[in-house]
C-alpha cells in the first residue's frame, strides 16, 4: 500500500520547491532526472532538465518486481550541461521508466529529432 501510495505522490501537479523561492518543483521531474542520468551512462552526454512537457503513467501488475509498479511514459527538454554557447536550443526528450515500490529503471531515454519532412 505504501508503494501506491507513492506512485500516486509522484503522479500528482508540481508543488513549490521548498528549497528554492524561484524554482517550481515538478514531481515528474525527479523521473526525467533518473532518465539523464541514464542518457549520461549510455551515450556519454550531461544534459540538464529544463521543463516537463507531457507524463502518464500506468500501473502494473508485479513481473520483475515484489510489489506493484509502473511504467511512466515521459516527455522533457534539456540542454547539455557544461556547454559555453549561450544559443541552444533545448531537445525534446523521450523516456520510459519502470518504478519498482521507490526503485527507478530507466528502459529508454532518448532525444527526439524534428522531422524535416514539410
Not at 500516486?8 to 515538478?26: D, I
Not at 523521473?31 to 521543463?51: R, T
Request: aromatic letters at 12%.
Amino acid at each position: 500500500k505504501r508503494q501506491i501510495e507513492f506512485l500516486e505522490y509522484l503522479m500528482k501537479e508540481g508543488k513549490p520547491n521548498p528549497m528554492s523561492s524561484e524554482v517550481t518543483f515538478h514531481p515528474w521531474s525527479c523521473l526525467a532526472d533518473v532518465a539523464l542520468m541514464y542518457y549520461h551512462k549510455e551515450q556519454g552526454i550531461e544534459f540538464h532538465l529544463l521543463q516537463m512537457v507531457k507524463e502518464n503513467s500506468r500501473i502494473i501488475s508485479p513481473i520483475s518486481c515484489s510489489v506493484p509498479g509502473a511504467y511512466s511514459h515521459i516527455f522533457f527538454k534539456a540542454v547539455p550541461r557544461n556547454v559555453d554557447c549561450a544559443d541552444l536550443s533545448p531537445q525534446l526528450f523521450f523516456a520510459e521508466i519502470l518504478s519498482c515500490g521507490v526503485k527507478f529503471h530507466p528502459t529508454h531515454c532518448f532525444v527526439i529529432e524534428p522531422n524535416d519532412d514539410p
